[in-house]
């Protein structure tokens, strides 16, 4: 394995293949849904369990993320990878298992009039705020009294 979170990820992953009647056979295959952005890294993934297990054919189709769950429901796929956890509830209803299999990082780019290049720096609180809808315009006083120099107080500048 190229590092140890590969390594990890795969103990987990091939939990499933493992309980899989498919696993049996010379080549394991699996059909995937999941956002596009992290196709490239479950074929790696896949590379490196093909490498040190047995071959492993991942079909991994790029999908929205509201149609993950309902896939594995259906039987569409294995197993799918999305960005936006399911609540307990939707996991309960639908029978389903989840654990995280990566982090990602998520960068907000703006172009706000009035505010300098790499002035703007937002902590976890608002990010956190924005993320989950509380903080909806960029004038936002919880950015403004972190941000006081760097942001105007005049108008509203909506987010997105």
Same mark, same amino acid.
């Given at each position: 394995?190229?590092?140890?979170?590969?390594?990890?990820?795969?103990?987990?992953?091939?939990?499933?293949?493992?309980?899989?009647?498919?696993?049996?056979?010379?080549?394991?295959?699996?059909?995937?849904?999941?956002?596009?952005?992290?196709?490239?890294?479950?074929?790696?993934? &896949? #590379?490196?369990?093909? !490498?040190?297990?047995?071959?492993?054919?991942?079909?991994?189709?790029? /999908? +929205?993320?509201?149609? *993950?769950?309902?896939?594995?429901?259906?039987?569409? &796929? #294995?197993?799918?990878? !999305?960005?936006?956890?399911?609540?307990?509830?939707?996991?309960?209803? /639908? +029978?389903?298992?989840? *654990?995280?299999?990566?982090?990602?990082?998520?960068?907000?780019?703006?172009?706000?009039?009035?505010?300098?290049?790499?002035?703007?720096?937002?902590?976890?609180?608002?990010?956190?705020?924005?993320?989950?809808?509380?903080?909806?315009?960029?004038?936002?006083?919880?950015?403004?009294?972190?941000?006081?120099?760097?942001?105007?107080?005049?108008?509203?500048?909506?987010?997105?």
């Amino acid at each position: 394995m190229k590092n140890s979170f590969s390594k990890m990820f795969w103990m987990v992953a091939a939990s499933f293949f493992l309980v899989n009647p498919a696993f049996s056979e010379s080549v394991v295959t699996g059909n995937v849904m999941g956002a596009p952005y992290m196709h490239g890294l479950y074929m790696a993934l &896949a #590379d490196d369990f093909s !490498s040190i297990e047995k071959p492993l054919s991942l079909k991994y189709s790029d /999908r +929205k993320t509201d149609e *993950f769950a309902k896939s594995v429901s259906s039987g569409a &796929a #294995d197993f799918s990878v !999305s960005d936006v956890a399911l609540t307990g509830k939707e996991l309960e209803e /639908r +029978k389903l298992i989840q *654990f995280p299999s990566m982090v990602t990082a998520i960068v907000p780019v703006v172009n706000l009039p009035g505010v300098e290049s790499n002035k703007l720096i937002l902590n976890g609180v608002v990010l956190a705020k924005i993320m989950t809808g509380e903080i909806v315009v960029w004038n936002d006083e919880s950015i403004r009294a972190k941000e006081q120099k760097a942001m105007s107080s005049e108008g509203t500048v909506p987010l997105g």
